[in-house]
């Protein structure tokens, strides 16, 4: 009868040698249940350590796998966080709160899109918030730029704006030998000599109030140059005389911008910056009951998060810390929460600390 099988089972030639062979030896005689015992403990421990040998190696193969996922992961992260200056060059800035409803129109065509949160900013974009709408925009250099409601503002360069109409508060991050930021309007332009301070433009006046630092604004109506110096503000008309009068670090005309100011980062940082950061967006003066508050303030280290908490909301967290805050006029003063029954214990001692 014809072998049917198909080729890949038919016996090889060795298989056919290897048959004849065991049929020529004939039966072999039993090794015995100990010898045989012996034999199938060797062969499962050799088993055993083969497949132990197999999956260490595909562990490491894993593990190296996630390494390098890992990396891909944070190479991508750095990437997106840093390197999309390089990848992008016309990229200058990117959204770092947003508040409410924001849009922009990105440069070279007319699509408008909603602003979110991380969103890249790149030169020529217009950003525009509506009524209930702010955000803070952060250039790679570390300036900010925060727009107020119903606000438009074109982004020009790396450390230019241009404020079509509404409000921006500029925080520039001036360091020796940069150029400073600039901010033109259709009434003049406003740059900062190292400074925090606020632009309002309208259709018939340019206004300019100076949070601490230097502006020098070159505006036609103002008949040349002009330098407001911190504390101060000046209104320009398009037609009169421009207006000038002081502002205090907390005067009202500032807290819109506390509501996108940069997140403070709370894990790990010592309860004194902690307050420093409030005092800073919230322009309150900070006194500390003594020396001794001032010393454990600068011990305590807080964890957590604040998330997006404006600052004076942000002060809540107090609450857990030992520490009391409280505000008077212009002032946050830090003391010692009490223990109840012992009214004078972490009382005042010495001279306030400013």
């Given at each position: 009868?014809?072998?049917?099988?198909?080729?890949?089972?038919?016996?090889?030639?060795?298989?056919?040698?290897?048959?004849?062979?065991?049929?020529?030896?004939?039966?072999?005689?039993?090794?015995?249940?100990?010898?045989?015992?012996?034999?199938?403990?060797?062969?499962?421990?050799?088993?055993?350590?083969?497949?132990?040998a197999r999956r260490r190696r595909r562990r490491r193969t894993g593990l190296a796998l996630a390494a390098a996922l890992l990396l891909a992961a944070v190479l991508g992260t750095v990437g997106v966080?840093?390197?999309?200056?390089?990848?992008?060059?016309?990229?200058?800035?990117?959204?770092?709160?947003?508040?409410?409803?924001?849009?922009?129109?990105?440069?070279?065509?007319?699509?408008?899109?909603?602003?979110?949160?991380?969103?890249?900013?790149?030169?020529?974009?217009?950003?525009?918030?509506?009524?209930?709408?702010?955000?803070?925009v952060t250039y790679e250099d570390g300036a900010t730029v925060r727009i107020a409601p119903r606000s438009r503002v074109v982004l020009e360069d790396r450390r230019s704006v241009r404020l079509e109409?509404?409000?921006?508060?500029?925080?520039?991050?001036?360091?020796?030998?940069?150029?400073?930021?600039?901010?033109?309007?259709?009434?003049?332009?406003?740059?900062?000599?190292?400074?925090?301070?606020?632009?309002?433009?309208?259709?018939?006046?340019?206004?300019?109030?100076?949070?601490?630092?230097?502006?020098?604004?070159?505006?036609?109506?103002?008949?040349?140059?002009?330098?407001?110096?911190?504390?101060?503000?000046?209104?320009?008309?398009?037609?009169?005389?421009?207006?000038?009068?002081?502002?205090?670090?907390?005067?009202?005309?500032?807290?819109?911008?506390?509501?996108?100011?940069?997140?403070?980062?709370?894990?790990?940082?010592?309860?004194?910056?902690?307050?420093?950061?409030?005092?800073?967006?919230?322009?309150?003066?900070?006194?500390?009951?003594?020396?001794?508050?001032?010393?454990?303030?600068?011990?305590?280290?807080?964890?957590?998060?604040?998330?997006?908490?404006?600052p004076r909301d942000a002060l809540k967290v107090v609450q857990t810390t030992g520490f009391a805050v409280r505000l008077e006029d212009d002032r946050l003063v830090v003391g010692r929460t009490q223990?109840?029954?012992?009214?004078?214990?972490?009382?005042?001692?010495?001279?306030?600390?400013?």
């Open positions: 009868m014809s072998d049917t099988r198909p080729p890949a089972d038919r016996p090889s030639p060795d298989e056919e040698q290897l048959r004849r062979w065991l049929g020529e030896a004939g039966p072999r005689p039993d090794p015995g249940a100990e010898r045989t015992q012996r034999v199938h403990a060797a062969v499962q421990a050799a088993w055993r350590r083969a497949v132990d966080r840093r390197g999309w200056i390089a990848r992008s060059p016309d990229v200058v800035a990117s959204a770092e709160r947003v508040a409410g409803v924001v849009l922009r129109a990105p440069a070279g065509h007319g699509s408008v899109e909603r602003l979110a949160r991380g969103g890249a900013l790149r030169i020529g974009d217009v950003v525009e918030t509506a009524t209930d709408g702010a955000v803070a109409h509404g409000r921006a508060y500029v925080d520039s991050g001036h360091s020796p030998g940069q150029a400073g930021f600039l901010i033109s309007t259709s009434h003049g332009t406003v740059q900062d000599v190292g400074t925090r301070f606020l632009v309002s433009v309208t259709t018939d006046e340019l206004g300019v109030w100076v949070r601490d630092g230097r502006v020098r604004i070159r505006a036609p109506a103002a008949g040349g140059d002009l330098l407001v110096d911190a504390g101060r503000f000046v209104e320009i008309p398009a037609r009169g005389e421009p207006r000038h009068g002081t502002v205090g670090p907390a005067d009202p005309i500032w807290e819109w911008t506390e509501r996108v100011a940069p997140p403070f980062d709370l894990e790990g940082a010592s309860f004194e910056r902690f307050i420093l950061w409030v005092s800073r967006e919230t322009g309150l003066r900070v006194r500390w009951a003594d020396e001794d508050v001032l010393t454990r303030a600068r011990e305590t280290v807080m964890h957590g998060s604040i998330g997006e908490l404006a223990a109840p029954g012992r009214a004078r214990e972490g009382a005042p001692r010495g001279a306030p600390a400013e």
